[in-house]
């Protein structure tokens, strides 16, 4: 990639470096703190944001910018522990050094935006990291298509196994899933009031989550309608569902009924990606045989869907003017390099630490009177 010529100039990387060393500075001075600024200035801020999206925002804060680690400023002047992240989106956590720089590379690249009609190097180099990543415990997953939501990434992987199988026009998923909003997926996920006032544009025939019944329900699915079904679309840590945690057994079990109908095994690791012992969910359950496709996003800035050759679409099924930016693909660059490394990975041990740790966490903050759950 050109920028890493440009910044071999010793002024060009000098002034970088100084740049970043200053930024740390600044945002590593963060502590929490209480609100400073007026109420009023607060609501106002908040009522403006309600004006023009035609709805409040889901939690009454606005951000300025400045963040790092776990601490986030916001425009009422206070500082605070961001305890969403953004839903899995910042893997690194706020201001990280290294995400720092990668946005810095990537402001030196002739584009803001890449996609069908203007690919760069880091495109080609972040689609064989997710397939290198996809296929670290022997999944033979073998194209990546890029796209810029989690939404987008399920949508393409549904086109992609409709196409495959037609004339089948009916999708398996399990119940409580939540795969997504756009007028096609929005049929999939199992809220009802997610689709007020949509037309009805796919056929969904749902299994309960982690029954021993499962296999029984996709086996009279499947009976009641042979031939029918084009592919199960599968979260398989649930999290708008009541954070479930797939039970391995019975996950193998459906895959093997699924590939013994010939029916494609599609799993949804928008939100489970890089957050569980494996970099997928799937590989954690050991279901890597299984896998014909799988998409991923949040935590790796850009989304995709990554497929086998016998589902790869034929020209015109999916294109995006829009595949990401190129800063989400620098950034991308850096999440998958350090997955690749192995240390977030390479033994229990870490985990277990982490739970015991968050164990004591939970343990004491029930004690807290305004906190439960």
Request: proline share 3%; glycine share 8%.
């Amino acid at each position: 990639m050109w920028y890493n010529d440009f910044f071999t100039d010793k002024n060009a990387n000098d002034a970088k470096q100084t740049l970043i060393k200053e930024y740390l500075k600044s945002v590593k001075k963060l502590k929490p703190k209480p609100p400073t600024a007026p109420k009023e200035v607060t609501d106002e801020l908040l009522d403006r944001f309600k004006n023009v999206r035609g709805g409040g925002l889901v939690f009454p804060y606005v951000g300025t910018g400045k963040g790092y680690g776990a601490l986030v400023e916001l425009t009422d002047g206070s500082v605070k522990y961001d305890m969403i992240g953004g839903i899995g989106v910042n893997y690194f956590g706020h201001g990280n050094e290294a995400i720092v720089e990668s946005s810095l590379n990537s402001a030196f690249s002739d584009c803001v935006m890449q996609g069908n009609l203007q690919q760069n190097e880091e495109s080609l180099e972040v689609m064989e990291k997710f397939k290198r990543v996809a296929n670290l415990h022997g999944a033979n997953l073998d194209h990546v298509f890029l796209t810029t939501s989690g939404a987008m990434a399920v949508e393409n992987g549904i086109k992609m196994a409709f196409q495959k199988k037609f004339p089948a026009d009916r999708i398996l998923a399990f119940a409580n899933c939540f795969h997504g909003r756009t007028t096609g997926v929005s049929q999939i996920t199992d809220k009802p009031y997610y689709r007020e006032g949509l037309p009805d544009t796919l056929k969904v025939d749902y299994i309960p989550f982690n029954a021993e019944s499962a296999v029984k329900h996709l086996e009279k699915h499947i009976a009641r309608h042979p031939g029918k079904h084009s592919c199960m679309v599968a979260e398989l840590i649930q999290g708008e569902g009541g954070f479930n945690v797939g039970d391995k057994k019975i996950l193998q079990d459906i895959a093997k009924c699924l590939k013994k109908h010939d029916i494609l095994f599609f799993v949804d690791e928008v939100q489970s990606f890089a957050r569980t012992y494996k970099p997928f969910a799937f590989q954690m359950f050991e279901l890597d045989e299984y896998i014909d496709l799988v998409c991923v996003g949040k935590s790796t800035q850009v989304c995709a869907t990554i497929f086998k050759e016998e589902v790869k679409p034929r020209p015109g099924l999916v294109s995006q003017t829009f595949t990401g930016a190129t800063s989400s693909l620098f950034a991308a660059d850096v999440v998958l390099s350090e997955i690749l490394k192995g240390k977030f990975y390479d033994t229990d041990k870490k985990q277990g630490l982490n739970h015991k740790y968050f164990d004591y966490l939970s343990d004491e903050l029930s004690k807290c009177e305004h906190i439960s759950n």
